[in-house]
């Protein structure tokens, strides 16, 4: 697990790991909420909010993929409402 009491009290380290994890991985606010143990709200203030302040390229590269997954998520919910009533 992370060493995260110590990225907790360094806001502007934990919004690039956070960032690098969505990037690396391509992957959405709840995979990185539950791989870094916090909430989704926490990660997205941190990567909408604190990033742009911090490291502003990086900042962009996530917004993509924020911008990306919100285009996405309709598809995935209706995905996953077949699978609950197919019993998959």
Not at 51 to 67: A, M, R
Request: hydrophobic content about 40%; some cysteine; aromatic content about 8%.
């Amino acid at each position: 697990m992370w060493e995260w009491c110590a990225i907790k009290e360094n806001l502007e380290q934990r919004a690039e790991e956070l960032a690098i994890y969505l990037i690396e991985n391509r992957g959405t606010v709840r995979s990185a909420a539950g791989k870094f143990g916090i909430s989704k709200s926490t990660v997205h203030k941190d990567l909408a909010e604190r990033l742009p302040l911090y490291n502003h390229g990086l900042y962009l590269q996530v917004k993509e993929i924020l911008e990306e997954n919100k285009a996405q998520r309709h598809i995935r919910g209706g995905m996953a409402t077949r699978k609950k009533y197919l019993g998959i």
